[in-house]
């Protein structure tokens, strides 16, 4: 069966390409975007599985960059990474049902679990 | 109690005796043997309350020896006739002592209180709060100086409840309800609440009245002050603001610390999976290295703030050509540029100009002039840089058609910690001190840097003003740094620059020119190899940062053609790299560059250049 992709919103495009690899190689499809107005585009055209979203991003934050991607695919999980985790970014985050908050630099070995559960073993 | 009072009271005792005797034996008829000492306690009290103890001890003798001499029988001798007078006599003397003791002692008292009434009025005058009195039912009857001075108000505008005009009318039903309150209880009153200054402004204030209570705990009056606390409030705001821009600052620096670790965290983790893939690793290497170099970045902003701040930089000035500094920051910029697929325009001064300065420092106040530019503009923006003389001054100009600047704004962008502040910019990322740094860097090289924006959606202009080093100062003026060997002087050389960003090429090509070079400027190895074998230039100024043949394979292939062996290899860096100094001479260069390059530099590797070239020869013959 085929697997649906991942989309991966950061605004530094040298993240962007690095978990994407590290996506791809572990057998899963990922889409990239560099900020928020891209990825609501992407998500518009795409059923995503996932979305990966950095809270910083230069046109809108993570949060409400994930509720409006929420209003396209009711069913989309989120994960936002953060550098800084305060209540001001934890609380509407889960709010908004963002599923995990991590703390940059993420490991992919923990995130592979959390992605396992939500989009489903790599094809 | 002065001179003068004591005689006053002196002649009160002679007067009033002397009036009271008249008047006794005016009356001797009718009162007979009555009161014939009583009516002179008038004149002993009279003299005692004008002139103190002494005058009232007068006053009393004198009367006694006025009654003996003529009231008391027998007439016209001190001598009584009855035991009584005499006894009456005796305590008409001591009563008037008393009389005198006591009468002393309250008008020392009066003088007292009216002393101590004096320095009350006094220190009431001199503090800065204001201060009023007010009755027991809560009508205020006395204020100091400086509550008028404070309201501008009268006497009748303040006394009652008049004051009420003073207060904001908003404010005013709960200060009184909390005034009424404190009145019937009896107890300290405390309120915090503006009050009107005479210039209309309302300023908020402490005010703090207790009751003065008699010996049986009734309420004799209320005493209040009020003080003015708004610059406090103002004040505490400024460090709640600051504190508030700390911590923001903070949230910001973690965030920007940890976003270079993701990419690097990540190409770590992909490592094993593409050992063995020379392009793949490549590209992992140069990931790694971007975001090491933009932490690199960071650190050494913050840490300039602080060493500019603490006043602890040198700056190591020398002469350097505007244009190789702003070709420096422009490639500095340029990944973010691309990134952001924003046109950069320059238009440079024809004249070189030059500039006493740190190459390093001025290169940073451009290349973040110009990342502020880059960041503030939506993709595919525009950014003009302009370079051009005004008199003795070098202006450089950095516009953009980005977001602009909030006019309420212009003046704080280059406080350090200030970003923009809205939700959205705080995602723009940066430590907001690029600009502060670039402040602080352009005014201790004794220029300026101000702000210009239209407003919101505006796009915003920054320009630099440096002073230009005049001709005598490069040919050794007094301050100038070792006298600059006149270009004219270098024997000609054919040279060939080799950068990928053409306007560095080309800003490095223009200086060498004006040093009297033959320079030519190519924008790729690959046709750089192909023109070297063709013209066997002196020298070659080698890029090392290009894309698809870098300068150390350059470097090698042309080492490879055994008629290119001695030719002089120049290795350009950009600043800091030091590690790649020792792997140029590996690879064969001769000689390396830190980009931005200046003149010194670039006439002392001119004066390394094996001479006999070419074109020396054609000139000599």
Excluded at chain 2, 95 to 111: D, M, P
Excluded at chain 2, 515 to 525: F, I, K, R
């Amino acid at each position: 069966m085929m697997r649906l992709p991942i989309l991966l919103v950061d605004d530094n495009p040298d993240a962007c390409a690095m978990s994407a690899k590290l996506l791809w190689a572990w057998g899963y499809q990922a889409d990239v975007a560099y900020n928020a107005a891209t990825a609501l585009q992407l998500a518009e055209q795409k059923p995503y599985a996932l979305a990966i979203v950095d809270y910083r991003l230069p046109d809108m934050d993570g949060v409400e960059l994930f509720r409006h991607m929420r209003e396209l695919r009711s069913d989309l999980a989120g994960i936002l990474l953060t550098g800084y985790s305060s209540s001001d970014v934890v609380d509407p985050a889960m709010q908004a049902g963002i599923l995990r908050i991590l703390t940059k630099p993420v490991d992919f070995k923990e995130l592979m679990p959390i992605i396992q559960e939500f989009v489903g073993a790599p094809t | 109690m002065n001179r003068s009072q004591r005689f006053t009271g002196y002649v009160v005792a002679v007067v009033g005796c002397a009036v009271v005797l008249l008047a006794r034996l005016g009356l001797n008829d009718l009162l007979a043997e009555q009161a014939r000492l009583l009516p002179f306690v008038l004149p002993v009290m009279a003299a005692a309350w004008w002139g103190g103890l002494g005058s009232g001890l007068f006053a009393t003798l004198l009367s006694v020896l006025l009654g003996l001499i003529f009231i008391i029988p027998p007439h016209h001798s001190i001598w009584v006739d009855a035991f009584s007078d005499g006894l009456n006599a005796a305590m008409f003397v001591v009563a008037g002592a008393t009389i005198s003791v006591l009468s002393e002692s309250l008008h020392a008292a009066r003088l007292r209180a009216t002393e101590t009434e004096k320095q009350f009025h006094t220190l009431a005058d001199s503090i800065p709060q204001l201060v009023w009195m007010a009755r027991p039912n809560g009508e205020r009857f006395w204020f100091n100086k400086r509550w008028y001075e404070y309201t501008g108000a009268t006497l009748e505008q303040s006394q009652g409840w008049s004051w009420q005009s003073l207060h904001d009318s908003a404010e005013f039903p709960r200060v009184s309800e909390s005034w009424k309150r404190a009145l019937a209880k009896g107890e300290p009153w405390e309120d915090i609440h503006p009050l009107r200054r005479s210039d209309g402004q309302m300023r908020w204030h402490l005010c703090r009245a207790v009751p003065v209570k008699n010996a049986r705990g009734e309420t004799v009056c209320w005493f209040g002050t009020n003080t003015d606390i708004q610059d406090r409030i103002e004040f505490e705001q400024s460090l709640k603001d600051a504190d508030a821009r700390k911590d923001q600052f903070l949230a910001t620096l973690a965030h920007e610390l940890r976003n270079p670790l993701s990419p690097i965290s990540n190409a770590l983790q992909l490592w094993p999976d593409v050992e063995g893939d020379k392009q793949e690793l490549d590209q992992l290497r140069t990931v790694m290295e971007r975001q090491v170099q933009q932490l690199i970045r960071l650190i050494d902003d913050l840490m300039d703030v602080s060493r500019i701040s603490r006043g602890k930089i040198t700056l190591r000035r020398q002469p350097v050509e505007l244009r190789a500094l702003i070709a420096g920051a422009i490639e500095a910029v340029r990944p973010m540029v691309d990134a952001c697929d924003h046109r950069l325009s320059v238009t440079a001064a024809e004249e070189p100009i030059m500039i006493h300065g740190d190459a390093a420092r001025l290169t940073q106040v451009f290349s973040n002039i110009l990342n502020n530019a880059a960041k503030y503009t939506s993709p595919h923006g525009a950014i003009w840089v302009s370079t051009e003389r005004e008199g003795d001054q070098a202006v450089i100009r950095v516009r953009d058609n980005g977001r602009g600047i909030p006019p309420e704004l212009l003046h704080e962008i280059f406080e350090a910690f200030r970003q923009v502040e809205t939700a959205l910019d705080r995602s723009h990322g940066g430590l907001g001190i690029g600009l502060t740094l670039a402040k602080q860097l352009v005014e201790l090289h004794g220029g300026t840097i101000e702000a210009h924006s239209e407003g919101p959606d505006k796009g915003s202009e920054f320009v630099v003003r440096l002073p230009v080093l005049r001709a005598a100062a490069t040919t050794g003026g007094a301050q100038s740094p070792p006298p600059a060997k006149s270009p004219r002087a270098m024997p000609r050389h054919r040279i060939l620059v080799v950068d990928d960003l053409r306007e560095s090429a080309e800003t490095l090509a223009m200086v060498l020119r004006s040093m009297g070079q033959d320079v030519t400027a190519l924008s790729d190895g690959e046709s750089a190899i192909h023109w070297i074998l063709a013209h066997h230039p002196d020298a070659v100024l080698l890029d090392i940062g290009m894309p698809k043949l870098d300068g150390y394979e350059v470097a090698r292939r042309l080492r490879q053609h055994p008629e290119l062996q001695s030719m002089f290899l120049v290795a350009l860096t950009g600043y800091g790299q030091q590690s790649d100094r020792k792997r140029a001479f590996e690879v064969g260069f001769n000689h390396h560059l830190t980009k931005p390059t200046n003149i010194d530099a670039l006439e002392d590797m001119l004066g390394r250049l094996p001479s006999g070239g070419q074109l020396t020869e054609s000139a000599v013959a």
